[in-house]
Each structure stands twice: as C-alpha cells, then as structure tokens.
C-alpha cells in the first residue's frame, strides 16, 4: 500500500538544489535567532556563558532545527510545543507562550523557553523557540540549582506549564508582573525575556520570508523530506555498528546527609544494525528522590540522545529525523525517566543528567575499538558555582550570578586527547569562559589562581583533557557560594583501558592557610580573607596508556601537563635531557623496554 | 630623470601569498594594474615586476614611474601568514602568577556539541615559555601583591639565556595600573636591551586579560620578522630612488608610517581585508550611493564581507586569525571583514544521503578546478561557471589560459551521475548551493550590525565575484550592485584611497550613574598626548590635514558585550554632552538589538581616540575604450534549472560610459567576468564601474 503511495510523492520530491538550500535557509533562521539573543541578553548567563539554544519544531511537533542548541536544552523542544498545543484549544497568530515546566516537556525551571506558533495563509505549520537558562527564578535560595528540594514547594520556583504570555502581539503584563514580583533579578530576567521574544519574533519573520518565496505546498513537502534525509544518514551511521547488548551502571557521588550512597545511574542499549535503530533502556533506575536531582523527562531524552549522537558522524542533523532510529524506554515515577509531581527537577540538567550522557557514550565503547567516547569531567564546583552577596563598591547593591570560569576536561575520543575547555558534558564546550577582569569588575570577587593541573588526567592511548585548579573569595562584603559537584569520590571513567579522571576537592582556605573540607554539594559563606580553593576534575582516557605515541607524551612532558615520572610510571616512556632547556628527548630503546616489562607485569 | 610630468601620483602595493598586487593612479584619475609572483625571500623582487608590468601599461620606465609618486603604501599579508602557519619568533609571555594558562584557556566556545574529533588548539605561546610573575593588581587598580623584582629579574635573565627572540608582557589589571608592567619593561631595557619586548598596557588597554594578552604576544611575536621585512622594503625602495613617502596599510583600514609599525606590527594583520572596504566605501560614494554598502571580495578560496553605515566602516573587537574558537584572537580592533571559505575553487561533494553540499574545501590554484587541466578532478564552481556558460573557454584571464570544458563536465558528472539530473542542472544546483554560503556570511553581518540587507547596496570586487553578485544581490534584496572595473585588485585599490590613521585606546569605567567626568577627560588628554606624538612627526613632512575622534566601548551594567559610541564632543566638559552620550547609547543599542533598557545605568569601559590624517585623494576616472563598437556575440547560458537563454556577451572595454546592458548579458573583462541574469540590467558609470539594478517588473 505504502508503495503506491510513494510513487506519485517520489515524481513531486523536491530537487537536489531546493533540498539543500532550504536546508541551508532553515538552519540560517536558527542562527540568526542564535546570534540576536546572543547580543541582546541581559544576565551573564546568556550573553557571556551561552547558556541558551533556539530551535524550530513543526506544528505537529517534530524537533525540526536545532543549529548550535545545547543537546541538553534542544532535544525536548519538541514535547514543551506539544504541552501548548494539548492546553490550548485556541492558538493563533499572535501568540506567545512562556514555558518552563518541567513536568510537561522543559528541561528544568531555571530554563526559560519563550515559544511562538509560526502561521501562514492562515495554517499552523511550525513553531519556534528560544530557551535561556534564568539567572534567578525565584526559587527559596539564591540558586537556580536547589539540590537539597525536598519538592517543589521546598524549591520555590514559579513554574509556567505553557503560559500564553502574549495575544495579538501584545504583551499579557500580569505575567511580566507576577515574574518580576518573584525574581530577585526582575531587570535581568525581564531583560532576557524581552530577548527571547525578540529572538522568536525574528525567527518567525524569517519563516515568514521562506514561505513567501517558496509557498507552502513547498516547504511541507521539505519539512517530509528533511526528517527523511535525516533518518536515513542515521540509519546508515547505525548500521555500521556491530550488534550488541550493553548494561551499564555509574553512580553520582554520595551526598551526605541526603544520600550516603550516592545515586546509581543505569542504562541497557540494545544496538541493532539491521534494522539501524538503538534502544535506550532507563527503566531499571531507582524511584524518584526526595531532592532536586530527579531528570525531567526532556533530560532523560536528551542527554540519552547525546550520549549516542557524541559518538557517530557529527554532521548528523539533531531532528525529530535521526531521532526516529533511538527507541527510548523510560519509566513513569523514576528518577531518571518521567519524574513524579511535586518531586523536586531543580537540578536535573546538570549533575544526574552528567552522569547519565557519560554512561551512554561510555558504555558504546564496548562496541569496540574506535567506537564511543570515555567519561568527560563533571560535577559544578568552584568554578561553576553561583555567588551571591552585597557590593559595597555600588551601595550594596545585591548581586546573584552563576560563574563560567572553572574547568573540568573533556573526554578522551578514539580521534584525539579531551577538549580542555569542556565544562561539563551537557554543554560540552559550547559555553564561554568568563574573564577574570570582568567577574572582578562586575562583582565583589577576588581570583587568586586559575590554574591547569598536572598528572591529574585520565591517560590513555589518547588522553583526557585536565581540569583546573581555582581559587577565589569576596573583595569586600562576604559572599554565598552554591555549589553542586560531583567526580569528589567517583571520577570520570577512562574505556578501553584509558585511565579515570582525577578525583575533584574543594576547600576553604582561612586567612592562615588552614584548609577544611567543603561538602561537593551545598552552600557556604566566605568572608574577606578567607577563600574557596577548587581541584576540578579531568576527563577519562581512551584505550592503553602504553599504546601512547611516545612523541605525544614528551610533548606533554614539555607542555607540563605530565611530569616525567608520570610518564615513566604510567605511560613507560623514559625522557633524557631537561624540560627547561628544551633539551629533553625519548629515550626510544628504554621506552620500549620499559613498555614490555610494564606489560607482562600488567597482564 | 624626466621632470616633465606632475608629480603626485600614489602607487599602492598589496602583498599576498601567490601574488603581488600593484596599482598605480596617476593624478588623471588614471588607474594602472600591475601584478607579479609573490617572492617571499625579498619582496622587492617581486614587487619590482610588478611595478615594472605597470610601468610598460603606461609606456614609462619604472624610475620615471617612482620620481611622479610621492606617496608609496604598501599592504601585507606578511605578518597574517606568519602567525596562522606559527612561523613566528620565539617568544616568552610573562603573565601575573596564578593565572599562567591565559592563552590556552582563551574565552571558551565550540561550534559542533556533539564533534568530538577535532584536537583542542594549542595556545599562541606554548606553555613552557611561559613565565610566572609574582605581583598583582586589583580591578580599582590598588597594589595586592608588589612586583617581587628580585625575581622578575631572574626570569629575565633566563629569558635571555634561552634564547628567546622576543617578550610579551600582560598582566592582570594593568590597564588600571600600569605600574608593573612598566617596572618590568624597564628590567628588560636594561638587563636584554636588545631584546623586542610588548607592554600589554601600551599596546592595546582593553579589559579582558586573554584578549589583552593575546594582542600583545602576537605583537611581540611577529616584531623580529615585519622589522625586517619593512626596513628591507624601504631600503631597496631608496636604493631604486624612490624619495616619497612610504606608508603602510593597517587593521583598521587607514595607514601608518613604517616607524610607527614596525615598533607595532600587530597592526599590519589582516590590513588587506581591512581596504575591502576602504575601496567599496569610495566606490559607492562615486555612484552617489549612500547608507548601508555592504563590500564583498570573491576570490579562488576565500569570501570577505564587510560593512560600511553612513560612510563609516564597521569595527570588531573580535577577530580571529584562522578559524573562529580554534585560531587565535587579534585582541585589537580591526574592520569587521568577515571570512567565509567559498569561492571559485570550492568543490561540491554528495554526502551519504546524498545531500549536495558545496565546500569548504577548495582546490585551491594547485590543482584548481577540473577545467584548468592541471591535474584536478573534483568539480568546482569554476567548472560550473563555464558548464553553465558565464564563463567563455576561450577568454579566461583575458585568453591567457584555455579551459577544458569537457574535463569540467566530466567532473561536474561525479555529482549529476548519483542524483540522476543532467550535468547542466547539477552545475546551476551547484552554483546555486555555494551563493548560500555566501548570502549566509552576508546575513550574519548585517543581522550583527542591525542592518537590513535590502537598505543596502553592495560593491563587489575580487576575480570570481561578477560569477555570483547579482544573483546573490537579488536574494537579499539588495539596491544595486556596483562592480567596479579594477574589482580584481580590490585591496590595492583601496590603499588608493586610504587616509592616515591610528587609534589610541585608555580603560577608565565609570557609570552613567556616578558618571566621574574628570577622569574621562584626564583619559583623554593622555590619549590625545600619545596621539600627539604621531601628528606632529607626521606634521613635520607635511601631513597636516588632521583631525581626531573619540568613541567609547560600554554596556548595560551587568551586560557583558560592549558596543562602540562616539563621543558627541572631544571633552565631556558638560552634564549635557554626558547626557548625549547616555543617549547615543540607547539610540546604538536599539538600533543593534532593538530594545533599549532607560532604567539601567551604563557602564562605560574603553575609550578611544583615532587620529586620521587626510592624504591627497586618488581621482578615478573612465578608462579609455579600445574596442568601441565591437560586435556584439550571443551565447547560451543556464539561469535556472531549466531556463536556457541567449545572453548578450559584452567585452569590457568595448562598453562606452552611460550605456545600457540588460540582462541576460556577461560581460567580459580580463581579470573578472560579470553575470547579469535576466531581470537585471547594467550601466557603465562615469567613475569606471558597472551599476546592476533590477528593472522594475512589470504585470
């Protein structure tokens, strides 16, 4: 039946040309979104961290563009469109909705995501959206990311399950009021929602301009043909792997009191190349917890999806196309799956959700050489905490800002050594690094040291990238740090014999040096003179450490990212000469020497 | 030697990997191209045929030629290839203890999430020639920690035992107290006095310490090699007898006497873009153009875009040298020339879906596209250009190169073959899918600037630009298109008509609400002090026509991103030229971002003065005609898929000033060849360009 359905649709498929310029048009509408909220957002968040994506879903809601999204962020566009079109019988031109519910489709509360229903000659075809992470929402503490929610009415945040915010254009200003009541930021926030409007409205206008040129008997028949193509270049990535059936199991850090044992994070893929389809089982995850740590449904799909998308051709386009080969399994009540109302998702786009996109990546390396990723470093400490406090330098003005300047290392590849401005996996590099120049200009804050560290990370045939060291405290009043870290007991995992990560620590160093622990996950209070010092964590190693291309690891030695004792102990490549002088060379012979007795004694 | 001719005419160099460029405007308005093979070794080499080659156009000897000029300006792109291959001087980077990975840690940002293949770059200055200092400065510019100078002399010493050849030196903060930095530049004076060093305050005074720091070390980098190769250049220029001024082009689109760059030759990078649109702003204004021009420069491997509003032309902050992310940051500001890789040589390719994609890899001239016949197999656009009949085979590069239609079908085959369409239809498929890149470069900038691409004309210049121009031109809506004649040396010819500039910058923040008009004042006075410098050593030799302006970086408090203002006045000497200040802010801010924020206070960060020294203006007039009234050939050509039509073909310089070339024509030049599709419509203006304007539809 299908058969003769096709031929009279093959003799109208579009040509090559229109395929990929309107391709190329589409996308062009996402980065022209991209770029205005780019250059129009407010909070730091926004416009100096990236902490936001722009996408297109289809009027049946199909995530239809992503260019440039964070995975974690543009994967669940789709069902936050869906929430708006199953509330509201009434959509039309005109409209905007606010959404930021993570029980109907959002990542997180913190995300923001303004969406606008995109018509023409009268017909709802598509949707656009632009989400931004808030630099405040309201929530009980000065945080965006409240781990200790025992629920959500202990979280605090104003929640929008699909909020019409504007008819006709026009504003609905009880909202604008309500959030600005709420918000401890209310200009920030407003800010960033005038820009995601603007964002939207631009997107929308572009779409317009499409339609107007190509029609829309033209552009419906590409939108068919689009999540084809992508399918099909999936299905062909898929096929290429070998059949198998991996269960594996990580666990987030402990978190004492809350959780001594810390969060197990479980995944089974089936990967099938006959037909080119990868299952991703959830099920089997543990209830939802009394905390903030749940994922979202969103997260529980995207950053599955990332997991698989980080290790196949990254031309891929990221639709509701490719996604047709990824066969999700999730379960309702779960704290990685559909989570439970009023269970607590403050945190779900980071921490759980790190260690989840981590386990799937790492867990396709056990399809074999050259496939999957290892484990990236994790956790938001030091450098990715929020601070918080009194400026005395603008008559105590209050200020509250998540800071982008830590580091944690990206994972060793098959290709090459880890991204060392990685961050976190689910932003995987994206995001800017602040300047130290600003955050001192902009805020009460006062960096001792940022620094790389040596011998800390995962080593391997290639290695990962290494995490900083960072230290900071306020310049005058004292300063509130929330922080959410993890890798503090389990680190980053290396594949294929790739070394772990290091272990990350966080102290409070007083005024005579003396260092106290911090919790990995929590609040403190500095006060002038006394500083919070990081060790953040760097990512796992792919493949053995004594298949190094010794030259590598010599120029590591030189670049002292790896001691040369390290390099004998771990790598067994022996150095001549002196790093100072650049005189220092292999000593090829004691390598290889060295190299098969570290071998016998290995096995 | 011949004194009978009037001297003031200005010969302008451009310098690039494969040729030099070479353009000599005699003081008719005449404009004579000259061109040669690059001869890296001693540029003179090369640029001595050239000059020669232009010499023989104008039927004199090359002395002759030398004594009418007396203003020589040459553009390179020296110092650019240096730093993206790392050919560069081994360089120590002194930075404030704590924060040693500055330059590998940059700003962050990736393209691709989900790209796990690519290596992460590596840092300008290696990590192992980096030095730590003990001192540091806080953001009110309040001594923390002394400079420990016991040390600092130390590493200087070492420095000097390692054999480095050059230092940088960028602290954290020393643009609020430039204290340590100067301490340390005095050690170096006095412990290595030979050793070329970079103070990051002196040389770029911005906020953010890895772009500072980036400026600074590229600075310091490339002194050893542009010291060289510019005092060569001047002495064999004097040894040839030249007597004239000698000038050299910069980042920001002006020029600068040799000294003054080879004490700070970061300022040559990427000058040849940087005269794009130096070049198109002039030719517009001779089409009486006004508003929004956008200028592009087409070549073989490379597509440069950039802007010019109300005759000024568009500055960033931001350029990267190499790919965005993975290169390296300029730090300082330069014209906004955006780089796109698309161009003649760019070659299609079917992915495994078989999606048409088009670049970015190029064939580059070696082996180039299928049709040279050298050797390459892969279709380009250049093969589709002819497929598709823009280009007769016969008449490239004026009839010096004969191009094999049949191999560019053939190649053109790998891609009609797997998509079942006719070769024809895939060349026009091809063609079409490459302008996308370009319309997309075209679209980032304006959207950037707050520009609708339809408000502006565009000028178009460089070899493969008349292909693609109108067809592009058309999509975005565009006013007009002007094609200048000597499109293909765009870059030479706007050093024609360049000014003398430099540009000083200080950082003092203040706040719209405490605004501390003093300080801002003070500010300025030290900038127009070390701007006075330049002046008067330029006064001295009769460069006197100056003028200065001011414009200052601020944000939104708690935005991050600045925007450039200009200062209403050259002292905020009153509450009410502060006011307009506040006020050209909203008005810049809306107009970008389309909102504007009255309730929040602004912050005002790096102010800058730029100095402009006006040179005597390049006239231009019509070339003369050598063929007039030649017979006119028709040829089919492709416009569409299916659309085959008989264009008119039009040699350039059989076309008389005035008249009319509707479309479909091609006309065709030596060095470029200009598309005009059906709908369009050409006329030769009197200031020697083409001006393609769309004839009105009529239904």
Not at chain 2, 209 to 232: F, N, V
Not at chain 2, 367 to 373: D, V
Request: proline fraction near 5%.
């Amino acid at each position: 039946m299908d058969s003769d359905r096709d031929i009279p649709h093959k003799e109208k498929s579009l040509s090559p040309m229109l395929l990929a310029v309107l391709a190329n048009r589409f996308d062009g509408v996402v980065r022209e979104m991209t770029n205005t909220m780019l250059r129009t957002g407010r909070s730091a968040v926004i416009n100096s961290a990236r902490d936001f994506s722009c996408g297109i879903t289809t009027a049946d809601n199909e995530l239809f563009a992503t260019a440039e999204g964070l995975p974690a962020h543009v994967y669940g566009l789709n069902l936050q469109t869906a929430a708006v079109c199953e509330y509201h019988d009434d959509i039309k031109e005109g409209d905007a909705y606010l959404h930021n519910d993570p029980y109907s489709g959002n990542s997180h509360p913190a995300d923001h995501t303004l969406i606008v229903p995109v018509f023409w000659e009268g017909e709802h075809l598509f949707n656009v959206c632009a989400k931004a992470h808030q630099a405040d929402i309201g929530n009980s503490i000065p945080t965006t990311y409240h781990a200790a929610a025992r629920d959500v009415y202990e979280e605090g945040a104003l929640l929008f399950p699909a909020v019409r915010v504007q008819r006709d254009r026009e504003t609905i200003e009880d909202i604008i009021r309500m959030c600005q009541r709420r918000i401890r930021v209310p200009d920030y926030w407003h800010g960033d929602f005038l820009s995601m409007l603007g964002s939207a409205r631009t997107g929308e206008n572009r779409i317009h301009d499409i339609l107007r040129k190509y029609g829309k008997a033209t552009i419906k028949r590409f939108a068919t043909e689009w999540f084809d193509y992508s399918e099909a270049r999936m299905r062909q990535a898929i096929k290429k792997l070998p059949a198998a059936v991996i269960e594996r199991e990580s666990f987030h850090d402990p978190m004492p009191p809350m959780l001594p044992d810390g969060i197990p994070v479980r995944v089974k893929l089936v990967v099938d190349p006959t037909v080119g389809t990868i299952e991703i089982d959830l099920t089997s995850n543990i209830d939802c917890m009394n905390n903030g740590l749940n994922l979202s449904e969103a997260c529980s799909i995207s950053n599955s999806a990332a997991g698989v998308y980080n290790c196949l051709p990254s031309d891929i386009p990221r639709n509701g196309g490719s996604y047709r080969c990824l066969k999700l399994k999730l379960r309702d009540g779960s704290a990685i799956g559909i989570p439970r109302f009023p269970h607590s998702c403050s945190v779900a786009t980071t921490n759980v959700s790190e260690r989840l996109l981590n386990l799937v990546q790492a867990a396709l390396a056990d399809l074999g050489e050259g496939y999957g990723l290892a484990e990236g470093g994790l956790g938001m400490g030091a450098g990715m905490s929020v601070i918080s406090g009194r400026d005395a330098r603008h008559n105590d003005h209050s200020y509250v800002n998540q800071l982008i300047i830590g580091n944690n290392g990206g994972p060793a590849s098959p290709e090459c050594d880890g991204w060392v401005t990685y961050g976190i996996p689910v932003v995987a590099g994206l995001m800017y690094r602040d300047s130290v120049e600003i955050n001192e200009l902009s805020y009460p804050i006062h960096f001792k040291e940022i620094r790389l560290t040596q011998d800390t990370t995962g080593a391997g045939f290639n290695r990962g990238a290494p995490g900083v060291r960072i230290t900071y405290g306020p310049s005058n009043h004292p300063m509130t740090v929330v922080f959410a870290a993890d890798a503090q007991v389990n680190p980053a995992r290396g594949v294929r014999g790739g070394l772990d990560g290091n272990v990350g620590e966080m102290h409070v160093v007083d005024q005579y040096g003396n260092r106290t622990r911090a919790p990995s996950v929590g609040e403190i209070e500095l006060t002038k003179g006394t500083w919070l010092s990081g060790l953040e964590t760097s990512g796992g190693g792919y493949g053995d450490p004594l298949l190094r291309d010794p030259k590598r690891v010599l120029d590591d030695v030189m670049e002292r990212y790896v001691s040369p004792a390290y390099a004998a102990d771990v790598y067994g490549v022996v150095l001549k000469g002196k790093i100072d002088d650049e005189t220092l060379e292999l000593d090829l012979a004691a390598t290889d020497a060295r190299r098969a007795g570290m071998r016998v004694s290995g096995d | 030697m011949d004194q009978s001719h009037t001297s003031g005419w200005r010969i302008t160099v451009e310098y690039g990997g494969t040729f030099t460029d070479v353009v000599v405007a005699d003081n008719t308005g005449r404009f004579v191209i000259g061109k040669a093979l690059t001869t890296p070794d001693r540029i003179y080499v090369g640029l001595k045929s050239a000059l020669i080659s232009a010499a023989d156009t104008l039927t004199l000897k090359l002395p002759e030629v030398l004594a009418n000029s007396d203003i020589f300006i040459y553009g390179t792109t020296r110092a650019t290839n240096a730093i993206v291959t790392g050919n560069i001087a081994k360089t120590a980077f002194l930075t404030t203890a704590g924060f040693p990975d500055v330059l590998v840690l940059r700003e962050g940002g990736k393209f691709d999430p989900h790209d796990f293949s690519t290596p992460y770059p590596k840092p300008y200055i290696a990590r192992r020639h980096t030095f730590e200092i003990n001192e540091r400065i806080d953001a009110s510019g309040d001594v923390v920690t002394a400079l420990d100078k016991e040390k600092t002399e130390a590493v200087i010493q070492l420095i000097g035992e390692r054999g480095f050849e050059a230092c940088a030196v960028s602290l954290l903060w020393s643009t609020a107290n430039p204290k340590h930095e100067k301490q340390i530049g005095g050690l170096i004076r006095s412990l290595l006095p030979d050793l070329p060093f970079t103070l990051s305050h002196e040389l770029n005074p911005i906020l953010r310490e890895y772009r500072r720091g980036s400026s600074a070390a590229i600075d310091a980098s490339i002194k050893p090699l542009m010291q060289t190769h510019l005092r060569d250049l001047e002495s064999d220029l004097r040894d040839d007898g030249y007597t004239g001024e000698i000038l050299v082009s910069t980042t920001i689109g002006g020029c600068l006497d040799i000294d003054s760059v080879v004490e700070r030759p970061i300022h040559t990078v990427r000058s040849g873009p940087a005269m794009g649109p130096v070049a198109g702003r002039r030719y517009a204004e001779l089409e009486e153009q006004v508003g929004a021009v956008l200028v592009v420069d087409m070549g073989g491997t490379t597509f440069d875009v950039s802007l010019v509003r109300d005759g000024k032309i568009s500055i960033t902050p931001e350029t990267w040298l190499g790919e965005r992310f993975t290169g390296h940051m300029l730090g300082i500001p330069a014209v906004d020339a955006r780089s796109v890789g698309a161009g003649g040589g760019s070659i299609a390719w079917l992915d495994s879906a078989g999606l048409l994609h088009v670049g970015p890899q190029s064939a580059g001239a070696n082996p180039g596209p299928a049709c040279y016949g050298l050797g390459g197999l892969k279709p380009t656009v250049t093969d589709c250009a002819l497929v598709l009949g823009y280009i007769d085979p016969g008449f490239f590069l004026g009839g010096r190169m004969q191009l094999d239609v049949k191999a560019a079908e053939r190649a053109i085959e790998t891609i009609s073959g797997p998509l079942g369409i006719s070769a024809r239809a895939a060349a026009f498929s091809i063609f079409a899918v490459s302008n996308e890149t370009m319309i997309n470069a075209i679209k980032d900038i304006t959207v950037s600037e707050g520009i609708d691409p339809s408000e502006a004309v565009i000028v178009a210049g460089g070899g493969a630009a008349g292909l693609s121009i109108v067809p592009i031109a058309r999509e975005l809506k565009c006013r007009a298109v002007i094609v200048p004649r000597t499109a293909s040396v765009l870059s030479a010819c706007g050093m024609q008509f360049s000014d003398i500039q430099v540009e000083q910058s200080a950082a003092v923040t203040t706040r719209s609400d405490a605004f501390d008009r003093d300080a801002v004042n003070q500010c300025l006075d030290d900038i127009d002090r070390s701007l006075a410098v330049f002046a008067e050593k330029l006064a001295s030799r009769g460069f006197d026509a100056r003028s200065t302006h001011y414009r200052v970086d601020a944000h939104y408090a708690a935005q991050v991103w600045d925007i450039a203002v200009d200062l209403p006045a050259s002292r905020l000497e009153s509450k009410t030229l502060v006011d307009q200040l506040v006020e050209t802010f909203h008005a810049n801010h809306r107009r970008i971002f389309s909102v504007e924020d009255r309730a929040s206070p602004i912050e005002f960060l790096n102010w800058t003065g730029r100095l402009a020294i006006r040179l005597p203006q390049a006239k231009v007039a019509a070339s003369a005609i050598d063929d007039n009234g030649a017979t006119r050939m028709t040829r089919t050509v492709l416009f569409d898929i299916d659309d085959h039509r008989e264009a008119t073909i039009v040699r350039g310089d059989s076309v008389s000033v005035g008249e009319l070339i509707v479309g479909p024509a091609i006309v065709e030049e030596a060095t470029t060849t200009l598309v005009i599709p059906p709908g369009a419509r050409a006329t030769l203006s009197s200031a020697d360009s083409f001006l393609i304007e769309w004839i009105p539809e009529v239904d």
